[in-house]
């Protein structure tokens, strides 16, 4: 069997969306399950809208999805002297030819094709002139005009297309610019690509594309068209969907191989299996598990399997994510054993990375600011006795840890009579400043003996002075 090689061709005309990112990682991930490999290509050649700052976003897109490749990347604006050297092949074989029909010539030709109720195609005007290069000429293809065309497509079977109905469309401009389908199946030829992976909005032009192949003699790759991603409304995907770029929803929290896990299940199945792991989804991907069917793009459904991938995740891991928020919060955060265990008690709660830096920033204050409704309702003169015992007894404390800890507020609770909420609201907030938050005795646990009661004193000292007001 052959070498799997698969490409991802994304134009830099803008950021890379999730539909996209869906497409390089069906590639991606064909390749890697087949020990195959993976080509990147940027397919620049629409100067006008190609733009620098959209390939480096690709390229950061692609590297925070852990979507790595093996060739690339190839620029298609770098490699246009070799798509014009299989052109001149096609003009050489009388495959291709020069035409000069003015845009005018050419409605006319629509116009007249559809007022006889045929299809407004080129009627080949030019074919048989044997026309030489002018500025004004473009380049046609010389498309059959009678049998069929097929694509034997791994995901939707076959498809026929008429040759009739396909008219001899342009390789070249007249700027000497090579068009999209000459330019894709040039440099799918030339760097060996035998796998196309693809959404199949690209179906009309694999008729084409095949014609090409044809006719340069070159070896057919297989196809496999992906169907759309659509909104929950059944609708294009599109920016009031959820379509953003894939790094808006790295800004906003999400987790890179949460948001792979969601796409690959945008149209891809393995049983009633919806949690996998990237390690996961290289072992069982393949083809045959692709639906007919579009996707639609569900962004509950995406923040619940990102909270599933986030308690999923060890601390050591989600640490390196967490950072860059923690580090906007202001928090003096570090990788290590103090924010692991702040993840410990935080990731049970958090669906997205941005809840959990929020959760996490009392952690790291050194002045607890105190939510004003809470002070009225908890932090009242009853609140002293308990805090004072609480404070008093952990700093005695010989062995600090859990079993300790939970014992110590036994010890209150019956020496005072109280239960453990009257106890354990109030330290909560003298702690974190509010009234929700992670188990009162692991938030004790992860601040550390010091903090605790350096935190508590002051909360102790606030309420006293708020008594003499």
Not at 120 to 144: E, Q, S
Not at 230 to 238: A, E, H, M, P, V
Not at 326 to 355: M, P, V, Y
């Amino acid at each position: 069997m052959k070498k799997i090689i698969t490409r991802f061709p994304p134009s830099p005309t803008g950021y890379l969306h999730v539909g996209g990112a869906r497409t390089a990682l069906f590639n991606w991930l064909y390749a890697r399950h087949n020990k195959g490999t993976f080509v990147l290509r940027i397919e620049d050649t629409d100067t006008k809208r190609s733009t620098q700052s959209s390939v480096n976003a690709i390229f950061e897109a692609l590297e925070w999805l852990g979507i790595d490749w093996d060739e690339g990347p190839f620029f298609q604006s770098q490699r246009v002297d070799i798509h014009k050297e299989y052109i001149q092949k096609l003009i050489d074989s009388g495959r291709a030819y020069y035409c000069t029909c003015s845009p005018a010539e050419l409605d006319a030709m629509r116009k007249k094709a559809m007022e006889a109720g045929q299809k407004p195609k080129y009627d080949g005007t030019c074919r048989n002139m044997g026309l030489k290069k002018t500025d004004n000429a473009v380049i046609r293809f010389t498309a059959p005009e009678d049998g069929i065309t097929v694509i034997e497509d791994m995901i939707r079977g076959r498809i026929v297309f008429q040759n009739n109905e396909i008219d001899d469309f342009i390789i070249c401009r007249s700027d000497g610019m090579p068009t999209y389908n000459m330019a894709v199946v040039v440099d799918d030829i030339t760097m060996h690509i035998n796998t196309i992976i693809r959404g199949d909005d690209h179906i009309n032009n694999t008729p084409k594309q095949i014609l090409l192949y044809k006719a340069l003699e070159a070896d057919l790759p297989s196809y496999a068209h992906v169907p759309m991603v659509l909104g929950d409304d059944k609708t294009r995907l599109s920016k009031r969907h959820g379509a953003m770029s894939v790094t808006a929803y790295r800004d906003m929290g999400y987790l890179p191989d949460a948001l792979l896990n969601y796409l690959v299940r945008l149209g891809w199945s393995y049983g009633d299996q919806e949690f996998f792991t990237k390690s996961d989804l290289i072992e069982k991907f393949t083809l045959k598990n692709i639906g007919k069917s579009a996707g639609v793009f569900n962004k509950e459904k995406l923040l619940s399997l990102n909270a599933d991938h986030i308690k999923d995740m060890a601390p050591k891991d989600l640490a390196v994510h967490l950072l860059p928020f923690l580090h906007e919060r202001g928090c003096d955060a570090i990788q290590g054993d103090f924010l692991e265990n702040i993840i410990r008690t935080l990731s049970t709660r958090s669906k997205t990375l941005l809840e959990m830096a929020d959760g996490a920033i009392f952690y790291f204050n050194k002045n607890i600011s105190y939510d004003e409704k809470a002070v009225k309702k908890v932090f009242k003169s009853s609140s002293l006795e308990p805090l004072k015992l609480v404070a008093q007894k952990i700093d005695r404390l010989k062995i600090f840890n859990l079993d300790n800890l939970e014992n110590l507020f036994k010890e209150i609770m019956e020496q005072t009579g109280l239960k453990l909420g009257k106890i354990a609201q109030p330290v909560r907030l003298a702690l974190t400043g509010k009234t929700v938050s992670p188990g009162i005795f692991e938030i004790i646990e992860v601040l550390g003996q010091e903090a605790v009661v350096d935190r508590l004193e002051k909360a102790i000292d606030f309420i006293e002075k708020k008594q003499q007001i």
